[in-house]
């Protein structure tokens, strides 16, 4: 599984996260999609269709919106790319950042489900952090399951993860 991130989740990047996520800051939304595009290399360019990672309904009620969602359209539209909203959470699960790796891939079991053909699509995965990476890598099994030909996820920002972890499914 191959990550890009607009940088690491410390300071300025962390701080206007955090006001995007939890103070509904959707100003922020244009500079933090270029931060994600500073970051991104010819293979990201090169795939095909841009998808968020879903909230479950219920937690989008309560927040009123899907970070990842408002961050995949704004890279959708800067790339000339489609936007596609093909994974469902047909779970509601805990929260995942009290949680540890092994807690979170628990957590995710079954979580994720891909309602559109994705045979030989080449996807770019767009969510706001990746921290353990439990998130993407649900993500990008049930899209794999679905026909997906590569995933390639890009985050805003991430925390430091072990090669293992990122290359598990390489």
């Known amino acids: 599984m191959k990550v890009v991130a607009g940088g690491h989740f410390t300071g300025a990047l962390r701080n206007g996260l955090f006001a995007f996520k939890y103070r509904g800051r959707c100003d922020l939304v244009p500079t933090l999609v270029g931060i994600m595009l500073a970051?991104?290399?010819d293979s990201v360019m090169s795939q095909?269709?841009?998808v968020p990672v879903p909230l479950h309904p219920k937690r989008l009620r309560q927040r009123g919106f899907n970070q990842a969602a408002l961050l995949a359209r704004g890279v959708a539209t800067r790339l000339g790319r489609p936007y596609l909203d093909c994974l469902r959470r047909t779970k509601d699960t805990r929260p995942q950042?009290?949680?540890s790796r092994h807690e979170r891939l628990l957590n995710l079991d079954s979580a994720?489900?891909?309602c559109e053909d994705l045979k030989g699509v080449d996807v770019?995965?767009?969510d706001d952090i990746l921290t353990t990476g439990a998130t993407a890598e649900a993500c990008w099994l049930a899209?794999?399951?679905a026909g997906a030909r590569s995933i390639l996820v890009l985050v805003?920002?991430?925390?430091?993860v072990t090669g293992k972890q990122l290359?598990?499914?390489a």
């Open 39 to 41: 970051a991104c290399t």
């Open 48 to 50: 095909r269709v841009v």
């Open 156 to 160: 805003l920002a991430s925390r430091p």
């Open 143 to 145: 899209m794999q399951a």
């Open 124 to 126: 770019l995965l767009v």
């Open 167 to 169: 290359d598990s499914h």
């Open 112 to 114: 994720l489900s891909v």
């Open 97 to 99: 950042w009290r949680l």
